[in-house]
């Protein structure tokens, strides 16, 4: 799987997602605010050099999950890294095609796959459902709350 063909798959799947691109890395959402996307993309070192994304070709799919799932994948959430930095769970979070929590994020129930195969992709698929309920569960909310 490439970048354009996850792209492709939420943007097909998901009603109503919305994409924005900053510094090539995209951020997809369901809530029109956009305050916090249920799905990441990334494709450079910008916002951490945990998975070393500046080599050519590499990208990293974030998917925020329940933490009944997240803690089903990999156990109790890790604390926060030091200074908002990575967080110490023992992977190695350059390694492609594995799950793994995501390196600065996870304690929030992130996970993480670096160039996932077509093979892993079907089980992303149903991550990425959930976490795109998620999202579309909490914009239901802040709606009835400011109703």
Not at 75 to 90: E, I, L, M, R, S
């Amino acid at each position: 799987m490439n970048e354009a063909e996850i792209t492709r798959y939420i943007t097909d799947t998901f009603d109503d997602v919305r994409i924005t691109v900053q510094e090539e890395n995209s951020f997809f959402s369901y809530d029109p605010e956009q305050k916090f996307p249920f799905a990441t993309l990334m494709t450079n070192d910008v916002n951490d050099r945990a998975s070393n994304l500046s080599r050519p070709g590499i990208f990293r799919l974030n998917i925020g999950v329940s933490r009944d799932t997240y803690q089903s994948l990999f156990g109790p959430q890790p604390a926060w890294g030091k200074d908002g930095g990575v967080v110490d769970t023992g992977h190695d979070f350059t390694t492609f095609d594995q799950f793994m929590p995501h390196p600065v994020y996870a304690p929030m129930s992130w996970i993480c796959i670096l160039n996932p195969s077509e093979a892993t992709f079907e089980t992303v698929k149903h991550l990425l459902a959930e976490a795109y309920e998620i999202d579309v569960k909490k914009h239901a909310k802040h709606v009835a709350q400011e109703s």
